[in-house]
């Protein structure tokens, strides 16, 4: 499986950015695909994911500014971001999971959002 994310930039806070990763190649079995976000300094963590029936989960510090989608049809999902904070700075990888026996991640190649003050 390869993702490929897009979108990420530089934006003032307040403002709004999309992010989008297609997948491609052997796709059969994902189950879900979602974001995290990794700070300088930080962890990597779980943003918002969304499985294929679409069912949706967000990290609480996000929940009324984020929203994730999927286009089936495009093996796309997105991430819309808006009322972007300083605080939401990071890269952002896209995420798939594939569930079979056990769990298995792929990773995008992550997309940089920085939200100046």
């Known amino acids: 499986v390869q993702l490929q994310a897009s979108g990420g930039g530089l934006v003032q806070a307040g403002g709004f950015l999309r992010l989008s990763c297609a997948a491609s190649?052997?796709?059969?079995?994902?189950?879900?695909m979602g974001w995290y976000r990794q700070a300088p300094g930080k962890q990597r963590e779980l943003v918002a994911d969304?499985?294929?029936?679409?069912?949706?989960k967000y990290a609480d510090f996000v929940k009324g500014r984020f929203t994730i989608s999927r286009d089936n049809a495009k093996n796309t999902v997105y991430l819309q971001m808006n009322s972007l904070k300083p605080e939401d700075t990071a890269v952002y990888y896209c995420?798939?999971?594939?569930?079979?026996?056990?769990?298995?991640?792929?990773w995008g190649q992550g997309t940089l959002v920085t939200v100046s003050s």
């Open positions: 969304i499985t294929i029936g679409g069912s949706t």
């Open positions: 995420n798939a999971v594939r569930l079979i026996s056990y769990r298995m991640d792929y």
């Open positions: 190649g052997n796709i059969v079995s994902i189950n879900s």
